[in-house]
């Protein structure tokens, strides 16, 4: 185990991607094989460090929190907007892939695994940090919105 367990987020992404494989109809098990594990026909996919969005996330916070042009309430909702938006994605990242192997086959759900990757690291990343960086202001009108209803 390393500074921070990551066993939650890991939780979180297969359990998320187990109902979105429910609502899509795709037959699954549930497994604790030292990971949680998504068995789709006779694939185990376990969910490891890699697949919590904890790189995704590290970046997001290290790039939001050192742009010194941005108040410190500012960077910490974008934080906050940012570790919404990653743990969104990153379980539809995985279920992508396990619907894909399901669907169309398993190497095409692999080479899938490999661009989805790092596509979802990039644009997540870049992605973001643009979208907030030049609409940092208008969510803060949001944040006041929502804390004065």
Known sequence: MGLFDLFPLKLFAAYTTSGLLTLTGVEHGFAFLGEPTI??????????DLCTGNIELIVLFAAILSTFDRSVRNRLW???????????????????????????????????HEVLFRALLFIAIVGYY??????SHDIM???????SK
């Open 78 to 112: 974008g934080c906050v907007f940012a570790a919404i938006a990653v743990l969104a994605l990153n379980p539809l990242r995985i279920f992508t892939v396990l619907y894909i192997g399901n669907s169309v086959g398993w190497a095409t759900a692999d080479m899938a």
């Open 39 to 48: 068995i789709v026909g006779n694939i185990y996919g376990q969910i490891t």
């Open 141 to 147: 009108d949001f944040v006041r919105t929502l804390k």
């Open 130 to 135: 643009f979208v907030w960086y030049v609409k």
